[in-house]
Nanobody, 119 residues
Framework: VQLEESGGQSVQSGGSLRLSCTGS????????MGWFRQAPGKQHEVVAR???????NYEDPVKGRFTISRDDAKNTIYLQMNDLKPEDTAVYYC??????????????WGQGTQVTVSE
């Protein structure tokens, strides 16, 4: 199992970024996919999820600002992040989930991608 995240960088508050995550077809075909983040000194937290048929949900801190999407032909999910805030600073990871309500990842973490938001 290999998941590879990309797209993170340093931006100013109010800016936008789009993260990408690619993985094996087996993962994308059989699981809900999600974006997680880990801020310094904190545990991983899920921020957005997308089902195999495109249903989505978001945690309150990112609701209305982040959009998760998927391109099954490319085995890729995306996280469009708008109106970024300093509290969004974290390493972002993707992973599979069992259900749209799940919070626990199914597989080991990839290397993640760093997002840093400055004032």
């Amino acid at each position: 199992v290999q998941l590879e995240e990309s797209g993170g960088q340093s931006v100013q508050s109010g800016g936008s970024l789009r993260l990408s995550c690619t993985g094996s077809r087996e993962i994308f075909n059989f699981y809900v996919m999600g974006w997680f983040r880990q801020a310094p000194g904190k545990q991983h937290e899920v921020v957005a999820r997308i089902s195999r048929v495109g249903n989505t949900n978001y945690e309150d801190p990112v609701k209305g600002r982040f959009t998760i999407s998927r391109d099954d032909a490319k085995n890729t999910i995306y996280l469009q992040m708008n109106d970024l805030k300093p509290e969004d600073t974290a390493v972002y990871y993707c992973n599979a989930l069992s259900f749209l309500s799940s919070e626990m990842p199914r597989f080991p973490w990839g290397q993640g991608t760093q997002v840093t938001v400055s004032e």
